[in-house]
């Protein structure tokens, strides 16, 4: 029986992995707007009519404001890149162009090191010809990614529905599986909400504070449109390793092409040193604070779980780590009880 039922539970696993990200990031939005879904069931009092209005607002709270953004960076990067075409055209070219900004610095370079070995057109050549063929294969491979991440938010957002209809039914199941006593899967499950909900705080925080400071630095060297880059900064610090790089970078990239080297120099260090630094202050203070685990074990539960679980590691990492904790420190009373159990048992004796 027991060979039968892990055979069952492997090509179960099979069958649902594809798909465990997607149903993970319902569990997560099902903790995290648990409070908003019971004050729908006191009111709408049907579960289904419940469930229904509650996956339609987290839907209009998380999905609607990212589809506008979405909308609004796509102009703006347009503007830039007609812009840019439009300048680098007038100097005959985007290579000719980069290799007129270049020669000042390659100049100021060659007084201090021989240059005389390097063919710099060539090398731009090879750069552009370099840059478009990954740019052609990243579409092809855009068009594969959006119809991919199509289908997991419909996943998500199914899964979501039946979370908030049938989520106590479903966590009762679980705790009789379960070989823990009432209090014990009270006391895990618990745990568990409590580590998502201090995962999630902890990401809009590091959103908050790069998304500030990604916009301050764009107001500050004149770049067009701060606040809306800073909030698209504050989004993308929700993925991973890359994070606000996504928009600091190729603004670096664009005050460069500019021929603005200094201004160039001042964001590349302000976004390395400084904003993608944040994250790894901010996020274990906040997790830490909200569930009492140690700064160091929230630090590799996160960097651990990025790497074993993509960008849903954020929220499995610490989870893992915190039911890890809480069943040893149930192993750890059950060993305590026995313990005293068996020296009362010999004192009797």
């Known amino acids: 029986m027991f060979a039968l039922v892990a055979l069952a539970l492997y090509l179960s696993y099979l069958v649902a992995q594809p798909f465990l990200n997607a149903v993970f990031a319902a569990v997560v939005l099902a903790v995290v707007f648990h409070p908003l879904h019971a004050r729908m069931r006191l009111s709408a009092r049907r579960p289904n009519l419940a ?7 987290v839907i209009l709270i ?3 404001p990212a589809v506008i953004l979405g909308i609004v960076v796509t102009r703006e990067l347009g503007d830039m890149y007609r812009s840019l075409a439009e300048t680098s055209a007038a100097q005959g070219g985007l290579s000719a162009y980069v290799l007129h900004l270049l ?5 100021l370079l060659g007084a201090h090191v021989d240059m005389s070995r390097v063919d710099l057109r060539s090398t731009m050549l090879g750069w552009v010809d370099s840059a478009s063929r990954y740019l052609v294969g990243m579409s092809g491979r ?4 959006v119809l991919s991440l199509a289908l997991e938010i419909v996943v998500v957002f199914f899964t979501l529905f039946f979370l908030f209809r049938d989520g106590a039914s479903f966590q009762t199941l679980i705790a009789e599986l379960l070989p823990l006593t009432p209090e014990q899967s009270t006391r895990l499950a618990s745990r568990i909400g409590e580590t998502i909900v201090a995962s999630v705080y902890g990401g809009i925080a590091v959103g908050l504070v790069q998304g500030l400071l990604t916009g301050l630095a764009f107001w500050v060297l004149g770049l067009s449109s701060p606040v809306l880059w800073g ?3 504050a989004f993308t610090s929700l993925i991973p390793f890359v994070g606000t790089g996504l928009v600091w970078a190729p603004a670096v990239a664009v005050l460069a092409l500019g021929g603005h ?3 160039a120099l001042v964001l590349l260090g302000w976004g390395g040193a400084v904003v993608a630094q ?3 202050v901010v996020r274990p203070y906040i997790v830490s604070g909200r569930t009492k685990m140690h700064n160091l074990l929230i630090f590799f539960s996160l960097l651990g779980g990025v790497k074993a679980f993509g960008f849903m590691g954020l929220f499995i990492g610490p989870v893992v780590v915190s039911v890890t904790i809480v069943l040893l420190d149930m192993l750890k009373e059950v060993n305590a009880v026995s313990a005293q159990t068996k020296r009362v048992t010999t004192s009797a004796e």
Do not use: F
């Open 278 to 280: 944040i994250d790894a």
């Open 62 to 64: 998380v999905a609607i």
């Open 103 to 107: 020669e000042k610095p390659m100049r």
């Open 142 to 145: 855009a068009v594969s990614n």
């Open 231 to 233: 909030l698209v900064a």
């Open 261 to 263: 080297w200094i201004k």
């Open 51 to 57: 469930a229904t209005i509650s996956t339609i607002l």
